[in-house]
């Protein structure tokens, strides 16, 4: 069946570390794929969209790479801050056409100071 | 400016009861999206409009659910004889354009949501 993987559980780290999250999909080929953060009680807020021809991509303290071997996407926030604490969710749209999107269960995350 | 808004925020229905959500999306958008979080899970995509056509409804878990977008802006999501399982957050989204794909991709914008509890 066609699925997106995120770590499940809880990522804890101290402030001003890198934090590191996973993406991984089984049987979709998309053309790209998209990070959002997702604040308690509010809607998803995009973050940033990598292409298939894109190895990465930066936005200020973020970093998005896509292996489309792999199948997978890593998303980096350097510097983290007790601010970065959220759900980080990844979507794809399979069918390349109106950005119907297809979400992870997200990664929730918390920087301590 | 003014993002995506959906109403109410919270709604308590008995199961059995009809209710209705309303998202108004940003002006202008032609796309909208409506999803159905469940705790602790991602959103998943229920129904899709390009201005007052919807033309995806293939996420509707039953044909309890019924989307309307009758002038291309407001848009309503009607759920009949609500049952425990719909107990869920409802998001609402718009995008500008129309089209997607790599080379057009138009980023959605989500309201805040609706969590619809069903006792």
């Known amino acids: 069946s066609q699925k997106i993987e995120q770590n499940s559980e809880a990522l804890n780290i101290q402030e001003g570390k890198t934090a590191t999250l996973t993406c991984n999909y089984t049987?979709?080929?998309?053309?790209?794929l998209q990070w959002y953060r997702q604040d308690p009680g509010r809607g998803p807020v995009f973050l940033l969209l990598i292409r298939e021809n894109e190895k990465e991509k930066r936005k200020e303290r973020l970093k998005v790479t896509f292996d489309t071997t792999l199948k997978q996407s890593l998303f980096h926030i350097t510097a983290s801050q007790p601010a970065d604490s959220a759900t980080y969710l990844c979507?794809?749209?399979?069918?390349?056409?109106?950005?119907?999107?297809?979400f992870g269960a997200g990664t929730r995350l918390a920087v301590h100071p | 400016g003014a993002g995506v808004s959906q109403s109410p925020r919270y709604k308590v229905a008995k199961r059995g009861q009809d209710v209705a959500l309303r998202c108004d999306p940003i002006?202008?958008?032609?796309?909208l999206f409506w999803y159905q979080q469940a705790l602790g899970q991602g959103p998943e995509f229920l129904t899709y409009f390009q201005n007052e056509a919807q033309l995806d409804k293939s996420g509707l878990p039953s044909d309890r659910f019924f989307a309307e977008r009758p002038e291309g802006s407001v848009s309503t999501l009607k759920i009949q004889r609500t049952q425990q399982e719909d107990s869920a957050v409802y998001l609402c989204a718009s995008s500008l354009g129309a089209s997607g794909g790599v080379s057009s991709y138009n980023e959605q914008f989500f309201g805040p949501g609706t969590r619809l509890t069903v006792l």
């Open positions: 979507a794809l749209d399979p069918s390349g056409g109106y950005n119907k999107l297809i």
């Open positions: 049987n979709y080929s998309p053309a790209y």
């Open positions: 002006s202008g958008h032609v796309s």
